[in-house]
């Protein structure tokens, strides 16, 4: 792909990338401005900013998935068109992508091969593919079941063998979009193992997240871009997560969750004994008990699958209990049915669940739209003749994309058109808009950028300040630490510890994730 070229300076031998003036635009939106961006061979470069930066496309461009309007690509110091994805395998790229390109029916071997086949016959291929394997899984900490089907596999495991599909067709040069947005802490911690191993072997791995902790822990470069231009490279091990913050953003970020102590009041919400049996007869969720108190936040901690998404969906009313009781100050919540949530609604308790895509949003409906479903039957919103108001609906709508700052400001937007970070802010602010007694939150900053998580934090601290009661569930320690009063910490769907935020910390809350009390009788 070279569409125009820069001719400022010769390909260097060092470099395994160069991008040379690159740009692309959709339309009249400008994805990427004349970009230029060296990657040293051997190294892993990071590339952050907010979501809509342009770091996907830019990437999407190397990879042969766009064609850029202007600029040139060099690897390895050569001019290398790259019209698709077979010219960049052909390059020696491969990319792994935010989501996964299996086939999910398949087994793990014939994903492997699909696409690379030797010839007519299959069976010579999958032989060559096993063997290749085998030595993949040895070299680099990749294990995964040639025979599994993809389907089955965890979402940690999957990425291995998209990983695996571009090591066995011989790239030297990786790129990962984002790719521990779906993965549990453990298996992040894998992944860099992974990639540390990769770099060792001389390969070059450039690595798109929004996750400055990452960034700081895994590379050797990091490239900032902001609204489709690069705005500064520089050594890893001479920046801090507060000068790239700024330099992602155009101002100064707050990384940490300034506020006050809590000042709990009465019990709005407690637990008893709820245990879940799924239809395949494992128990998601043992006698699990806890309360929380107005004006308090009591965060959910542990490892994915460990029953805390249960948890929430029963107290959201989207699934049963098979036994136990909750309770909403002091009278008693039906756990008998899956209610899709109406009757907590009406009681005062909202739900921002963990998959806004799921059952947050209806992605193709206008953020309009979305911005009164579940409440669409409230008063407000009534017309005449059983009608919905949409007046009133739009103006209520575009009062809440003022005060929770959604870009871009337009009310008749789907959904699907927004960042990952303005359509949970569309969510959080439909849920916090009603001023619940409860919040229930899952995952409230999976896949948002930097600018919007600390947004979003202060908006979940500000409704405890106002003396609600707030149940956080997330994945990110980093996010249970700084926004929680309290933690509980589950494992295998029961209770393993709760302790006060302020007198833990990550080892002690690590090993309670593992089912290891530190202060209990006997315990090392």
């Given at each position: 792909?070279?569409?125009?070229?820069?001719?400022?300076?010769?390909?260097?031998?060092?470099?395994?990338?160069?991008?040379?003036?690159?740009?692309?635009?959709?339309?009249?939106?400008?994805?990427?401005?004349?970009?230029?961006?060296?990657?040293?061979?051997?190294?892993?470069?990071?590339?952050?900013?907010?979501?809509?930066?342009?770091?996907?496309?830019?990437?999407?461009?190397?990879?042969?998935?766009?064609?850029?309007?202007?600029?040139?690509?060099?690897?390895?110091?050569?001019?290398?068109?790259?019209?698709?994805?077979?010219?960049?395998?052909?390059?020696?790229?491969?990319?792994?992508?935010?989501?996964?390109?299996?086939?999910?029916?398949?087994?793990?071997?014939?994903?492997?091969?699909?696409?690379?086949?030797?010839?007519?016959?299959?069976?010579?291929?999958?032989?060559?593919?096993?063997?290749?394997?085998?030595?993949?899984?040895?070299?680099?900490?990749?294990?995964?079941?040639?025979?599994?089907?993809?389907?089955?596999?965890?979402?940690?495991?999957?990425?291995?063998?998209?990983?695996?599909?571009?090591?066995?067709?011989?790239?030297?040069?990786?790129?990962?979009?984002?790719?521990?947005?779906?993965?549990?802490?453990?298996?992040?911690?894998?992944?860099?193992?992974?990639?540390?191993?990769?770099?060792?072997?001389?390969?070059?791995?450039?690595?798109?997240?929004?996750?400055?902790?990452?960034?700081?822990?895994?590379?050797?470069?990091?490239?900032?871009?902001?609204?489709?231009?690069?705005?500064?490279?520089?050594?890893?091990?001479?920046?801090?997560?507060?000068?790239?913050?700024?330099?992602?953003?155009?101002?100064?970020?707050?990384?940490?969750?300034?506020?006050?102590?809590?000042?709990?009041?009465?019990?709005?919400?407690?637990?008893?004994?709820?245990?879940?049996?799924?239809?395949?007869?494992?128990?998601?969720?043992?006698?699990?008990?806890?309360?929380?108190?107005?004006?308090?936040?009591?965060?959910?901690?542990?490892?994915?699958?460990?029953?805390?998404?249960?948890?929430?969906?029963?107290?959201?009313?989207?699934?049963?209990?098979?036994?136990?009781?909750?309770?909403?100050?002091?009278?008693?919540?039906?756990?008998?049915?899956?209610?899709?949530?109406?009757?907590?609604?009406?009681?005062?308790?909202?739900?921002?669940?963990?998959?806004?895509?799921?059952?947050?949003?209806?992605?193709?409906?206008?953020?309009?739209?979305n911005a009164c479903l579940g409440y669409q039957d409230e008063a407000r919103f009534a017309a005449r003749f059983g009608l919905l108001d949409r007046d009133a609906i739009r103006a209520a709508a575009r009062a809440d994309i003022a005060r929770f700052d959604i870009r871009?400001?337009?009310?008749?937007?789907?959904?699907?058109?927004?960042?990952?970070?303005?359509?949970?802010?569309?969510?959080?602010?439909?849920?916090?808009?009603?001023?619940?007694?409860?919040?229930?939150?899952?995952?409230?900053?999976?896949?948002?950028?930097?600018?919007?998580?600390?947004?979003?934090?202060?908006?979940?601290?500000?409704?405890?300040?106002?003396?609600?009661?707030?149940?956080?569930v997330s994945v990110e320690l980093d996010e249970i630490q700084a926004l929680s009063d309290r933690i509980l910490v589950m494992f295998d769907g029961a209770v393993s510890g709760t302790r006060r935020a302020e007198e833990t910390d990550e080892r002690e809350l690590g090993?309670?994730?593992?089912?290891?009390?530190?202060?209990?009788?006997?315990?090392?």
């Open positions: 792909m070279t569409v125009g070229t820069d001719t400022r300076g010769a390909g260097k031998p060092d470099l395994a990338i160069e991008l040379a003036g690159v740009s692309k635009s959709f339309g009249p939106v400008e994805a990427n401005r004349d970009i230029h961006l060296a990657v040293r061979r051997g190294t892993i470069h990071g590339i952050v900013g907010e979501n809509g930066a342009g770091k996907s496309t830019l990437m999407s461009i190397l990879y042969g998935f766009y064609q850029a309007d202007a600029g040139e690509i060099r690897v390895d110091g050569r001019p290398t068109p790259i019209p698709d994805s077979r010219a960049a395998i052909a390059a020696g790229i491969g990319m792994v992508h935010q989501h996964f390109m299996l086939v999910e029916p398949f087994s793990v071997l014939e994903n492997v091969v699909l696409g690379a086949e030797d010839g007519r016959l299959l069976r010579p291929s999958l032989a060559r593919a096993r063997d290749a394997l085998r030595r993949l899984e040895r070299d680099y900490e990749l294990e995964v079941d040639p025979d599994a089907i993809v389907g089955d596999l965890s979402v940690g495991a999957q990425q291995r063998v998209e990983i695996l599909k571009a090591l066995y067709r011989e790239a030297r040069i990786l790129i990962l979009d984002e790719p521990t947005g779906v993965l549990t802490p453990a298996e992040a911690d894998h992944l860099f193992r992974v990639l540390a191993a990769l770099r060792d072997e001389g390969k070059t791995i450039i690595l798109i997240t929004h996750k400055l902790r990452e960034i700081m822990a895994i590379t050797d470069a990091v490239s900032v871009m902001r609204r489709g231009e690069i705005v500064r490279t520089l050594p890893t091990a001479e920046t801090s997560p507060a000068e790239l913050a700024e330099l992602m953003v155009g101002r100064r970020v707050l990384l940490r969750v300034d506020k006050a102590p809590a000042r709990p009041g009465e019990v709005v919400i407690e637990a008893r004994r709820l245990s879940l049996t799924d239809a395949g007869g494992a128990r998601r969720l043992r006698d699990v008990s806890f309360e929380v108190r107005a004006g308090e936040i009591l965060g959910i901690a542990g490892v994915a699958g460990n029953g805390q998404s249960e948890l929430l969906e029963i107290l959201a009313g989207i699934r049963p209990a098979t036994s136990g009781a909750a309770l909403l100050r002091g009278r008693p919540l039906d756990l008998s049915r899956a209610t899709n949530g109406a009757d907590r609604r009406a009681r005062g308790i909202a739900h921002v669940p963990e998959d806004r895509h799921r059952r947050g949003l209806v992605m193709p409906f206008a953020a309009w739209e871009p400001p337009s009310c008749d937007l789907k959904a699907a058109n927004f960042s990952g970070g303005n359509q949970q802010k569309i969510v959080i602010a439909r849920e916090m808009d009603r001023e619940p007694d409860v919040l229930l939150v899952g995952q409230p900053t999976r896949g948002v950028d930097i600018g919007a998580i600390e947004f979003i934090h202060r908006q979940i601290v500000t409704l405890r300040d106002r003396g609600k009661a707030i149940i956080l090993l309670l994730m593992a089912g290891i009390d530190p202060k209990a009788k006997g315990a090392a």
